[in-house]
């Protein structure tokens, strides 16, 4: 029992206790708390954590974000959540993407002329490349 330890005051000194629902219970010698091992999830790579954040921050929604990054949406708003990551509210001005290979960037930046009066920021997604950039609406 190396790596099992108890849930509430995180001991180590435990004993099995008995089965529940087919599961092995334990009992914690310290605190006589009983508990279950629960299984362990999926465990997502933290540079999509990190992009997806990035991604939010940048105003992308959570679903385009679930599209670029094959992430789930839930999963994205989950982390939001637990990281407290406050999306910048700037009504004058609307991300667009581009998801791009190497050859494709290099075109794109030689177009200067697409980037006038426009905030670009270039984020790697494995081997392409997303270009966002950033619009103002225009006034009716």
């Known amino acids: 029992m190396k790596d099992i330890y108890c849930p509430k005051c995180k001991s180590h000194d435990i ?3 008995g089965m529940a629902k087919g599961k092995q219970r334990y009992k914690c010698r310290s605190c006589n708390y009983n508990f279950t091992v629960m299984k362990q999830g999926k465990s ?10 990035q991604l939010y921050i940048e105003g992308v ?20 959540k637990r990281y407290n990551v406050k ?8 991300p ?10 290099i075109e794109f930046f030689g177009d200067k ?7 670009v920021l270039v984020t790697e997604l494995g081997d392409k490349f997303m270009v966002i ?5 225009k006034r009716v």
């Open 87 to 94: 999306a910048p509210e700037n009504l004058d001005y609307h």
């Open 44 to 53: 997502i790579d933290p540079y999509y954590v990190i992009k997806a954040l």
């Open 113 to 119: 002329t697409d980037l006038k009066h426009s905030g």
């Open 133 to 137: 950039k950033w619009e103002r609406f």
């Open 15 to 17: 004993v099995k206790s």
């Open 61 to 80: 929604t959570l679903r385009e974000i679930e599209r670029i990054l094959g992430v789930s949406h839930v999963s994205v708003m989950n982390w939001v």
């Open 96 to 105: 667009t993407y581009k998801v791009l290979t190497h050859e494709e960037l």
